[in-house]
């Protein structure tokens, strides 16, 4: 759809920007914190780029003041931060530990000084491993509870002050690498344990969501969802069906649980076909559909151009975590679809489709099939960056980049989708997860690399000042 003119960026728009505790805060083991299946995990030799964790990551949780100052000076409307469970409750139950609570109620206290609305992820993948060794982490019904606990802890003492909360973030990602993939921990390879952890990983989501309303804190609530859509390579009527497949077990088997409580028609009946499907018990259901979020989280990076896969067809290949440019090894599900490469959009050295539109199909598909207000809670372009002798870094490709998805937004919100705000991932630079230091998200240097910590120092690159102006413009000139 063309449009003549633009619609503008609605008055409170949320510009924002994100992070995760794991991969800023360092500090793993201090004032009381108790250790999380990625601090060991990150450990196994192999599993991460150079062997990098986030042991000091950029240090965030001793300089957080100097980073909320740059927020500030930017003119951020939101940021957006995960709580690292293991500062509230070291064992993921029990004590709770009023230091790890004091960083976080300083960290929100100096936002909101700063005017900039805290937005607070209660789950970004950094699990206690006290509950991992207790009882498996997802694959038990216990967590329901504990997550539950640890939840309400916070939405108590942060009650009026923090007004957007994210449940899950990325429960497609944590899932299928935690239990397929096995490139995230619990580092297991096996389909039944994955369905059934994700089972009660939604059950989580929705019992939080439940007590969320129960005690009537005031503000919105939804899970952040990894979306990015499905495209045909072509109008074969076999590889268009093979992109269906890929919507409905990659997007849609998650959403749809989200927004109406069921699970797809045709990936149960692949699960039952399969003898794959979780156990569900009386109730389960009943709350997963009275959990309905206030909005859909979107994390949006890239889209997925799908084939025909036959049942001996291609499997697990393999991810870029490298930076060399072309490493990906092709990957597919086998009866189902195999994801290839888009002839028409530029990749980024890690191999990721850039595709604005993409974004604006993105906000499209899931306004029209979920009826929510989208909160884009992620997006950004991971790439290597250069800090000049001078202390400047041009990152005009970033700048590029988030202009181009900027528009896109501008164009779904022109179309009629209600989207509350953007997060940009990320704030600062900061580990990524499997690929190190090197792949960089952030509108801020930190001068750091894999085997060097150096001094950690923060510089502003040129992204910092052009978005500092967008947002005083009420992205007007994009
Ligand atoms: C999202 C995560 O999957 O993408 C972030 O929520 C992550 O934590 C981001 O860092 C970018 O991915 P990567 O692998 O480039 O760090």
């Known amino acids: 759809m063309y449009h003549v003119e633009r619609k503008?960026?609605?008055?409170?728009?949320?510009?924002g920007s994100a992070s995760a505790a794991y991969q800023i805060e360092g500090a793993w083991d201090k004032d009381g914190k108790g250790p999380s299946i990625w601090d060991n995990f990150v450990r196994i030799e192999g599993k991460t780029f150079k062997g990098t964790n986030g042991d000091v990551a950029v240090d965030h949780y001793h300089r957080f003041k100097e980073d909320v100052a740059l927020m500030a000076e930017q003119g951020l409307k939101t940021y957006r931060f995960s709580v690292a469970w293991t500062r509230i409750l070291p064992n993921g139950r029990g004590e709770?530990?009023?230091?790890?609570?004091?960083?976080?109620?300083?960290?929100?206290?100096?936002?909101?000084?700063?005017?900039?609305?805290?937005?607070v992820t209660l789950y970004h993948w950094d699990l206690p491993q006290a509950l991992q060794n207790a009882y498996g982490g997802?694959?038990?019904?216990?967590?329901?509870?504990?997550?539950t606990n640890y939840a309400t802890i916070l939405f108590k003492r942060f009650a009026g002050k923090v007004k957007y909360w994210v449940t899950l973030n990325e429960q497609n990602i944590f899932i299928i690498h935690g239990y397929k993939l096995q490139n995230h921990p619990p580092n297991v390879n096996n389909a039944k344990r994955m369905f059934q952890a994700n089972h009660i990983a939604n059950l989580v989501n929705a019992s939080v969501i439940t007590k969320f309303r129960e005690l009537n804190i005031p503000g919105l609530i939804g899970p952040s969802f990894?979306?990015?859509?499905?495209?045909?390579?072509?109008?074969?009527?076999?590889n268009v069906l093979a992109a269906e497949n890929a919507?409905?077990?990659?997007?849609?088997?998650?959403?749809?649980?989200?927004?109406?409580?069921?699970?797809?028609?045709?990936?149960?009946?692949?699960?039952?076909?399969?003898?794959l499907t979780p156990e569900v018990l009386d109730g389960d259901m009943d709350l997963l559909k009275h959990a309905i979020p206030d909005f859909?989280?979107?994390?949006?990076?890239?889209?997925?151009?799908n084939a025909d896969n036959p049942l001996d067809g291609v499997g697990l290949g393999k991810i870029n975590t490298t930076g060399v440019k072309g490493s990906t090894v092709e990957s597919g599900e086998p009866g189902l679809y195999k994801h290839v490469s888009n002839p028409y959009t530029d990749k980024t050295n890690w191999d990721w489709d850039i595709d604005p539109t993409g974004l604006r199909i993105a906000l499209r598909r899931i306004a029209s099939r979920y009826r929510l207000p989208i909160l884009i809670t992620e997006n950004g372009l991971g790439e290597y960056d250069k800090l000049n002798d001078d202390c400047t870094i041009d990152d005009s490709y970033r700048i590029e980049y988030i202009r181009q998805h900027l528009v896109a937004i501008n164009d779904a919100i022109?179309?009629?989708?209600?989207?509350?705000?953007?997060?940009?991932?990320?704030?600062?630079?900061?580990?990524?997860?499997?690929?190190?230091?090197?792949?960089?998200?952030?509108?801020?240097?930190?001068?750091?690399?894999?085997?060097?910590?150096?001094?950690?120092?923060?510089?502003?690159?040129?992204s910092f000042y052009w978005y500092q102006q967008i947002i005083k413009e009420n992205g007007k000139q994009i």
């Open 8 to 15: 503008p960026f609605p008055k409170d728009f949320l510009w």
């Open 96 to 119: 709770v530990n009023e230091k790890g609570l004091m960083f976080y109620e300083n960290l929100i206290d100096e936002l909101i000084a700063h005017k900039i609305e805290p937005m």
């Open 138 to 147: 997802f694959e038990s019904r216990e967590i329901i509870e504990d997550f």
């Open 226 to 238: 990894a979306y990015g859509p499905n495209y045909s390579i072509d109008s074969n009527p076999k």
């Open 247 to 275: 919507e409905d077990f990659g997007a849609h088997f998650w959403m749809d649980v989200y927004r109406f409580g069921e699970y797809p028609i045709m990936v149960w009946q692949w699960l039952k076909d399969n003898n």
């Open 296 to 305: 859909m989280g979107l994390n949006y990076y890239r889209t997925t151009v």
């Open 414 to 462: 022109s179309d009629g989708v209600n989207v509350l705000g953007y997060c940009t991932w990320s704030f600062t630079d900061l580990l990524s997860w499997l690929n190190g230091y090197q792949k960089r998200y952030g509108f801020v240097y930190i001068d750091r690399d894999e085997l060097d910590e150096k001094e950690l120092k923060r510089y502003k690159k040129a």
